[in-house]
């Protein structure tokens, strides 16, 4: 089923009697006193029972104590009426009953009004309160979710609120109709109440009148109904889905509405077969209970419980002995349900169909975290006990074959799209198909995947890595298996020609599939008819229609395909030749499971109750008590697992849930081995042949060194290597070595390894370790004896621990034990793998010249772009070329020109102009800088950086500040070019045959270059923007007199800026400071600019006009002079004209001073007044940190 994990079966125990292991108890009511009410404690298993004549009674059933028997856990469980306790208080009919599960509390009720509280005192029932109003019968009590209140509901229509220590909350009195019921909401906000009129008023938890309920299932109804029962799932134990109806409200004529919340306009409508008495939620809202009468065709009234899902399908419908059903009650997990039929109690055991597989030792299974609605599969390996949990959003079906599992999922984000997901054992996918419709039906064998809807069917013929590596795939026979997918209708011929038309789906069928199986040659499909077609795998050929006498629904072939078993929906179980359809002479009742032996085709288990039978033909073994889901059947045992305790805590299976149930031939067989001689029991395998039994009787006669009958068992059962065994075996003196060869041949280690070690040969027991792999063990052993241990057996148990924690990605473990094996190259791994490279640096550091490992070591490092280390170890491997090119690859230009020089290698210098080329040719300029001044080219880097600041500065697109730092920049560039050149001169000296000096030397080097413009003049384009943000900067601050004498200074930059900028700069800043001579003749130089345009300049001449009309060009300010001798400088020159003096310009304030009086910086050699420079922390221009 879609909507749950949790649904029931086609299969039902119902027994009138309490079951205990075989034998049988009757519960029943004394005096034929009728059941009236009944509630079961949701965690302590308490079963209260109210009866008509006011008995009033507590039951517990106990399991008994267990031993570690496993076949005997579950429902099928031998248990004990524990407590059985009449509780005296009530003279007349007990009408209502509830539990304070919160408090562990009973409150029951009569007839005439009393009201008990019961708490369990020294392992006893006691009267705790007691209240009887006098005024009228109590119709229902009621406790909220919490505990905490309680709602008391009188026919008069008086209702009392009340607190769980027995205080009055609030009370009031609803005229009008009788009330009849009552009910919390989940979160105690609003109380229903129902009354005689079938209406239902909707209160919120003050007593306050809100709205009256529609009830949607009584529209177009005329008769009279009734208001039998209202229950509200409290959801304390999760939802099986989100906005999922848990409101029910029931009438006696069958009309059922389920609802989300009580104002639902939209609820979910059942209109059962049923006279309702009550309903009833199972533990988790996925199950509703409705239980009545029912009228038979010879009007005759028998009892039924029918179990809905919350969206209204029908489940199962379960007839119950006897006539006048009046209470059902759950057990708090859901797998039990007791019903009170006159003065009985039935107990029925709910088996429900949980979405699980078994395949490859591996038991899968879904269940829901709790609070939350995502769907976890857990992946639970039986035999090494490992555990992989994956999730989805919808889970729909499951099933599996040998080796994988089949799940269909629902997409959550694209609509009516399911996945069919092929996976193995770790729940690893290894196939998947897409399909537009919801598949209702699926079977999976080992070449094809069926799916299937009402009216269609969908074969895959799936692919997996081993089947597409396996060499029979190239038969002719195997290329005709692999045909290609076919979607078809029911009623429709499948033809070579069919493929995947989902127009198909839309077609209806007046007779829908009921259940498929399919083998690898057959595949089976039932129909709601009992008819059973019978089609051929792969061609998919219709070769046999037959019809059964029930509705099939769970379907399924032996190992031959030769025999078909049959459950229809009310778990009777039958058989059919698939020769002729004819049915055999079987038929068994309540069957829930049914397995077919994987070596046998005449063996098959099936679940009947809670019992197990074994079948062979048609005859049944003695059954064996259990309520195991069969996982496999195979070797004359059974693999169970107990779902139902699994269930209880799926995020952590124990083995224990998992139990082994031998055929009887098996256990016969180790009786006759224990009691009498090998020739008896030869004898009887030998009447009974089977191979799992030739080798049982093999080991027993191996431990009892009878090496002929062994020989013979395994000779009948065809085992070539056991007859070997047993011919080295006999070859073997030591009746001990004997002994511990056997236990390791059928897989008792721990026992060979302690006869090995008391006959004092711990080498063989290392040996015996060391074949099957236990490592930590055989390092045990090595460490227990010094003197057996050599260094490379250590080595290699310290190596193979490490590659066991590696396997499980578990580094940091597996690196400890390769240090200790001195394995460097899978250290060199787990330092990479733990991104370790500071170690795997030293690693490479203690490793010889030319060890192999190097270069493996030079990549890691060059594809973690760690240059230098893989440098030295190309270099450490011989391998200069490599270590080169690595330096270019990784952009480390320098260190690449330096290894070119020191080994000769090809010219660097051209590969970096290239590189360098292809960047400018894409425009990519700041990255072609980034590689001059990585590889150590400073010049051309300055140069690029002085054409794109010059480029910006003449498209004026950049603020002035910013090509600035431009200008700034590419000055650095040349003074660590100055600088290289200095560091490099000394070493050239020592090899120059010339005797040049040093200096001369790089003079050269800079005339050959072209360059001196550049070299000389590498801060004019810093000094001519700083000069020019710094006059506007002035002038913005007000100080306009600074302003003028700084721009006057930027017009001796008129090779950097532009006309238009400067004379602008100094016309603005001359009108501020009120000098008009010095504007008038910037304006004059601006308009004979011939960048200006025809209308810029007619704009100037009209400003010129305006502004000297009003302002005859006559100087009110001083001009520039020299600090010394107030020479007046009208341009900036140096030396002083009048005085000589070594004129400056300071870079703070843009004004002329004496170099004596100023700060000089060392990095950029410009000068800053000292009475600036003490308050400024940076030099004004380069921003060098003045200390």
């Known amino acids: 089923m879609s909507y749950t994990s949790k649904t029931p079966s086609v299969s039902f125990l119902i027994v009138n009697r309490h079951t205990r292991g075989g034998r049988e108890r009757d519960i029943s009511i004394p005096n034929d006193t009728f059941v009236s009410s009944l509630a079961w404690h949701s965690k302590e298993g308490w079963l209260a029972v109210g009866g008509n004549t006011g008995l009033l009674r507590v039951l517990k059933l106990e399991l008994q104590a267990q031993d570690k028997d496993a076949k005997v856990k579950g429902l099928a469980a031998p248990s004990t009426l524990a407590m059985n306790q009449t509780l005296e208080a009530h003279h007349a009919p007990v009408v209502g009953v509830t539990w304070n599960d919160k408090e562990n509390k009973l409150t029951t009720c009569d007839q005439n009004g009393l009201i008990v509280v019961w708490v369990l005192y020294k392992n006893s029932w006691a009267q705790e309160m007691i209240n009887n109003r006098n005024k009228s019968p109590v119709s229902m009590i009621q406790w909220n979710e919490d505990g905490q209140k309680i ?249 599996s074959t040998t080796d994988y599992g089949l799940l269909v999922t629902e997409s959550v984000t694209l609509e009516n799209q399911y996945s069919l997901l092929l996976c193995n054992s770790l729940g690893i996918p290894v196939d998947t198909k897409y399909l537009p419709f919801e598949p209702t039906f699926v079977s999976l064998s080992k070449t094809h995947i069926v799916a299937a809807t009402g009216n269609v069917l969908f074969v895959w013929y799936y692919r997996t890595a081993s089947r597409l590596a396996a060499p029979e795939l190239n038969t002719a026979v195997s290329k005709a298996l692999e045909t290609k997918d076919k979607l078809f209708h029911i009623d429709e ?142 070797n004359l045992q059974v693999k169970a697992v107990l779902l139902d305790e699994l269930m209880k805590t799926p995020d952590t299976p124990v083995a224990e849930l998992v139990v082994n149930l031998d055929v009887k031939s098996l256990r016969d067989t180790r009786q006759l081995l224990e009691k009498v001689g090998f020739d008896d029991t030869f004898q009887f395998i030998n009447d009974n042949p089977h191979p799992r039994l030739w080798q049982l009787l093999a080991e027993s006669a191996l431990k009892s060194f009878n090496f002929e009958i062994a020989r013979k068992a395994f000779v009948c059962c065809s085992d070539y290597q056991g007859i070997q065994f047993v011919k080295r075996l006999q070859k073997l003196t030591s009746k001990e070595i004997v002994r511990a060869e056997v236990a390791a041949y059928y897989d008792d280690f721990d026992e060979a390894e302690r006869l090995y070690i008391q006959m004092d040969r711990k080498d063989l027991a290392i040996e015996l370790r060391v074949k099957l792999g236990h490592w930590f063990r055989v390092l045990q052993l090595l460490k227990s004896d010094g003197s057996l241990a050599t260094d490379v057996q250590m080595a290699q148990a310290w190596n193979s621990i490490g590659d066991y924690y590696a396997e499980r990605d578990m580094w940091e473990h597996a690196l400890g034990y390769y240090t200790q094996a001195s394995n460097t190259e899978l250290m060199a791994k787990a330092f990479f793998i733990l991104e370790k490279f500071d170690s795997l640096e030293s690693l490479a550091d203690t490793l010889p010249v030319n060890h192999p490992l190097l270069p493996d070591l030079a990549l890691k490092f060059y594809n973690m772009g760690m240059c230098i280390p893989a440098v030295s170890a190309y270099l450490k491997s011989g391998n200069a070329t490599a270590a080169l090119n690595c330096c270019v690859d990784l952009n480390q230009w320098d260190k690449a020109i330096q290894l070119s020089k020191e080994h000769g290698l090809k010219d660097v210098t051209q590969l970096l102009r290239n590189a360098v080329k292809e960047l400018l040719d894409g425009g990519q300029i700041i990255p072609a800088i980034e590689l001059y001044r990585k590889a150590g080219y400073f010049l051309e880097a300055a140069k690029l950086i002085n054409d794109v600041a010059k480029l910006a500065g003449g498209q004026g697109k950049l603020s002035p500040l910013k090509i600035k730092k431009m200008y700034v920049l590419s000055a650095l560039m040349v003074e660590e070019y100055r600088s290289s050149i200095k560091t490099s001169a000394p070493r050239k000296k020592q090899t120059n045959s010339s005797g040049l000096s040093s200096t001369i030397q790089g003079l050269l080097v800079e005339d050959t270059l072209g360059d001196t413009a550049l070299l000389d003049k590498g801060w004019r384009g810093a000094e001519a923007y700083h000069l020019f943000v710094l006059s506007q900067k002035q002038f913005y601050s007000k100080d306009t007199e600074s302003s003028l004498k700084t721009a006057m200074i930027v017009q001796s930059y008129s090779d950097v800026l532009s006309a238009v900028e400067m004379y602008s700069l100094v016309a603005l800043t001359g009108c501020a400071c009120q000098a008009y001579s010095v504007a008038s003749q910037a304006l004059m130089k601006l308009e004979c600019s011939p960048s200006l345009s025809s209308s810029q300049l007619e704009m100037y001449e009209e400003l010129g006009v305006e502004i000297f009309r009003q302002h005859p060009p006559r100087s009110k300010t001083t001009p520039l002079s020299c600090p010394t001798c107030d020479t007046s400088l009208y341009e900036w020159v140096t030396p002083c004209p009048g005085c000589n003096s070594n004129l400056v310009i300071c870079m703070g304030s843009g004004s002329i001073t004496e170099s004596d009086s100023c700060w000089l910086c060392p990095h950029c050699k410009h000068y800053t007044r000292t009475d600036l420079s003490c308050l400024l922390a940076t030099c004004p221009l380069c921003h060098f940190t003045i200390t």
């Not at 609003?190 to 009584?218: P, R, V």
């Not at 109806?245 to 919340?261: E, K, S, T, W, Y």
């Not at 032996?597 to 098959?604: G, K, Q, T, V, W």
Request: glycine share 8%.
């Open 151 to 399: 709602c008391i509901v009188y026919e008069d229509g008086a209702v009392i609120v009340g607190s769980v220590d027995g205080n009055r909350i609030w009370g009031k009195e609803l005229r009008g109709a009788t009330l009849t019921l009552t009910q919390w909401s989940p979160d105690s906000k609003i109380l229903l109440f129902g009354n005689s009129q079938g209406e239902i008023l909707i209160y919120d938890s003050h007593g306050a009148y809100n709205s009256k309920m529609t009830l949607h299932c009584l529209a177009n109804y005329t008769g009279s109904v009734k208001l039998v029962s209202i229950q509200w799932y409290s959801g304390s134990n999760g939802y099986i889905s989100s906005n999922v109806p848990c409101l029910a409200v029931a009438f006696d004529n069958g009309r059922i509405q389920v609802m989300r919340h009580e104002l639902d306009e939209k609820p979910v409508i059942i209109n059962a077969p049923v006279s309702v008495k009550t309903i009833s939620w199972n533990y988790n809202g996925s199950i509703l209970a409705v239980a009545g009468s029912q009228m038979r065709t010879d009007d005759k009234e028998i009892s039924i419980a029918q179990f809905y899902s919350p969206m209204g399908k029908l489940l199962y419908s379960l007839r119950i002995p006897g006539r006048g059903l009046t209470a059902v009650a759950w057990e708090g997990t859901g797998l039990r349900i007791a019903c009170g039929v006159g003065p009985y109690i039935y107990f029925a055991n709910i088996r429900y169909n949980y979405k699980w597989a078994f395949f490859a030792n591996t038991v899968v299974y879904s269940y829901k975290k709790p609070g939350t609605l995502q769907e976890c599969v857990m992946f639970w390996n039986v035999e090494e006990q490992e555990l992989n949990v994956k999730t989805c959003q919808r889970l729909i079906l499951m099933t």
């Open 493 to 634: 011929r499948v033809t070579d020609e069919t493929g995947v038309d989902f127009e198909c789906v839309r077609k209806e069928t007046v007779d829908p599939i009921s259940g498929i199986t399919a083998s690898d040659q057959l595949l089976i499909v039932g129909r709601m008819s009992g008819s059973i077609h019978t089609y051929t795998l792969p061609q998919l050929s219709l070769v046999m229609t037959f019809a059964v006498q029930c509705q099939p629904v769970h379907l399924g072939l032996n190992m031959d395909s030769t025999m078909l078993s049959v459950v229809d929906n009310g778990g009777m179980f039958s058989l059919y030749h698939m020769s002729d359809g004819s049915k055999l002479a079987l038929e068994r009742k309540e069957v829930w499971g049914v397995k077919w032996a994987d070596d046998n085709p005449d063996l098959f288990a099936i679940m009947e109750k809670t019992r197990m039978y074994i079948f062979r033909g048609l005859d049944p073994e003695e059954p064996v008590i259990s309520s195991a889901s069969i996982c496999s059947f195979s």
